[in-house]
């Protein structure tokens, strides 16, 4: 029988997921559908239960629903407790759901792919945003990392202070600092690396206000928007010789223990491997968008 998959969202109709996840099929000829199913945020619950009756494995979940799924699970990782957010539902044979957040070990898989093993051991990371997106990446960041410290920066302080309170009461040992985008060379001066979460710079928006003279020279520069591909962040970043790390990355290696999740048994329990070619097969439907 073809094992069924998606991801569930409002509006879906953008999601990259079904392009990842339908090459992974095709590379391991595995005889699975995963599709994109909109729920609006009343009929989320409702939704998933029908999934669930009509044979699905699982699915991704995407905003806004990320919170109502988190409460949907019975067994729960540390990642999405954390974060308090959810962007995996596994159906289980028993009945009960595993709930992860996979965009935590996303970015850190990123980066360690890009800066390799061990570069953020004992290092500086600014982190700039403290929205939903950052609750992932200060989670993988720390959980997964060994930076001497991460400091994170927003607008609103306030908001950077609840998201450390928040991560506290779960990862009692870590290093966070907080502030505003005004600390920024400060924070910036002795970084590592530099990750942006806010909104900013993302198509439609105005790009992020912040003068990288300030950074580290030896600093490397992560946006995880990948619309556009090359943020002006990061066109700042590359013109001023630092390596840079766009938001594919991390999009795509979420999405793999995703997959190794939905098609367990078919992948024997391996990973999907993050290569040039899925990449390439993304950027092409990035562009076909432009
Ligand atoms: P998401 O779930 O995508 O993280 P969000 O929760 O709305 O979205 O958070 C957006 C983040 O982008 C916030 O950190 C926001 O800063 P504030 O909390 O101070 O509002 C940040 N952000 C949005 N536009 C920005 C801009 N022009 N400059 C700096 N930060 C910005």
Same mark, same amino acid.
């Given at each position: 029988?073809?094992?069924?998959?998606?991801?569930?969202?409002?509006?879906?109709?953008?999601?990259?997921?079904?392009?990842?996840? &339908?090459?992974?099929?095709?590379?391991?000829?595995?005889?699975? =559908?995963?599709? @994109?199913?909109?729920?609006?945020?009343?009929?989320?619950?409702?939704?998933?239960?029908?999934?669930?009756?009509?044979?699905?494995?699982?699915?991704?979940?995407?905003?806004?629903? @990320?919170?109502?799924?988190?409460?949907?699970?019975?067994?729960?990782?540390?990642?999405?407790?954390?974060?308090?957010?959810?962007?995996?539902?596994?159906?289980?044979?028993?009945?009960?759901?595993?709930?992860?957040?996979?965009?935590?070990?996303?970015?850190?898989?990123?980066?360690?792919?890009?800066? &390799?093993?061990?570069?953020?051991?004992?290092?500086?990371?600014?982190?700039?945003?403290? &929205?939903?997106?950052? #609750?992932?990446?200060?989670?993988?960041?720390?959980?997964?990392?060994?930076?001497?410290?991460?400091?994170?920066?927003? #607008?609103?302080?306030?908001?950077?202070?609840?998201?450390?309170?928040?991560?506290?009461?779960?990862?009692?040992?870590? %290093?966070?600092?907080?502030?505003?985008?005004?600390?920024?060379?400060?924070?910036?001066?002795?970084? #590592?690396?530099?990750?942006?979460?806010?909104?900013?710079?993302? !198509?439609?928006?105005?790009?992020?206000?912040?003068?990288?003279?300030?950074? %580290?020279?030896?600093?490397?520069?992560?946006?995880?928007?990948?619309?556009?591909?090359?943020?002006? /962040? /990061? !066109?700042?970043? !590359?013109?001023?010789?630092?390596?840079?790390?766009?938001?594919?990355?991390?999009?795509?290696?979420?999405?793999?223990?995703?997959?190794?999740?939905?098609?367990?048994?078919?992948?024997?329990?391996?990973?999907?491997?993050?290569?040039?070619?899925? =990449?390439?097969?993304?950027?092409?439907?990035?562009?076909?968008?432009?």
């Amino acid at each position: 029988m073809t094992a069924k998959a998606g991801v569930i969202g409002w509006p879906v109709e953008h999601s990259l997921s079904p392009l990842l996840h &339908g090459h992974w099929l095709d590379a391991y000829g595995i005889d699975g =559908r995963y599709e @994109k199913i909109a729920a609006a945020p009343e009929a989320f619950a409702a939704t998933i239960r029908d999934l669930r009756q009509r044979g699905f494995r699982g699915v991704n979940v995407t905003v806004p629903h @990320k919170e109502a799924a988190f409460a949907l699970g019975e067994t729960v990782n540390q990642a999405a407790r954390s974060t308090g957010a959810a962007n995996l539902l596994v159906f289980k044979p028993d009945g009960g759901i595993g709930v992860d957040n996979t965009d935590a070990t996303g970015l850190f898989d990123s980066l360690q792919q890009e800066l &390799g093993p061990l570069a953020l051991d004992g290092k500086n990371i600014v982190l700039l945003g403290a &929205g939903g997106a950052a #609750r992932g990446a200060a989670f993988g960041l720390q959980a997964f990392g060994h930076a001497a410290r991460i400091t994170i920066l927003n #607008r609103h302080k306030a908001r950077a202070d609840q998201l450390v309170a928040h991560m506290r009461a779960h990862l009692p040992d870590a %290093n966070f600092t907080t502030g505003t985008l005004e600390d920024w060379p400060a924070a910036a001066a002795d970084a #590592r690396l530099a990750v942006n979460t806010t909104s900013a710079g993302m !198509k439609g928006n105005p790009p992020l206000d912040l003068d990288l003279g300030a950074l %580290n020279k030896s600093a490397a520069v992560c946006d995880i928007v990948y619309s556009p591909l090359e943020t002006p /962040l /990061l !066109k700042d970043a !590359k013109a001023r010789g630092h390596q840079t790390i766009d938001g594919l990355g991390m999009l795509m290696h979420q999405a793999a223990p995703s997959f190794q999740a939905f098609f367990f048994a078919e992948m024997q329990g391996r990973m999907p491997e993050v290569t040039p070619r899925l =990449r390439q097969t993304l950027v092409k439907a990035l562009q076909a968008r432009d």
